[in-house]
């Protein structure tokens, strides 16, 4: 099992940043398996950012990165749109490389 700890979120006005968190422990895992989904009420989860791969809708503004040692990614966001208001969720692939485990999910609100 692995359990994914997210944090950072917050309410932050229009072009400015937050970095979210994610903290994860259990079983020995590389963080390269890690990414980041969001969700707004109504919609289906969408994925945002993983090593290799970031969403159309967030590239060049969103980064994420990550430390090995201290089990930890990061999701740095800059230049904050309204319409990236949501709950951003932190995700492990599993063994068969589906995204099997989640957090709790951390709420962004960005006010136009």
């Known amino acids: 099992q692995v359990q994914l700890v997210e944090s950072g979120g917050g309410l932050v006005q229009a072009g400015g940043s937050l970095r979210l968190p994610c903290a994860a422990s259990g079983r020995r895992f590389n963080i390269y398996n890690l990414g980041w989904f969001r969700q707004t009420p109504g919609k289906e989860r969408e994925f945002v950012a993983a090593f290799g791969d970031t969403a159309e809708s967030v590239k060049g503004r969103f980064t994420i990165s990550g430390d090995n040692a201290l089990n930890t990614i990061w999701l740095q966001m800059d230049s904050l749109r309204p319409e990236d208001t949501a709950v951003y969720f932190c995700?492990?692939?599993?063994?068969?490389?589906?995204?099997?485990?989640w957090g709790q999910g951390t709420q962004v609100t960005v006010s136009a």
């Open positions: 995700a492990c692939r599993g063994m068969g490389g589906r995204w099997d485990y």
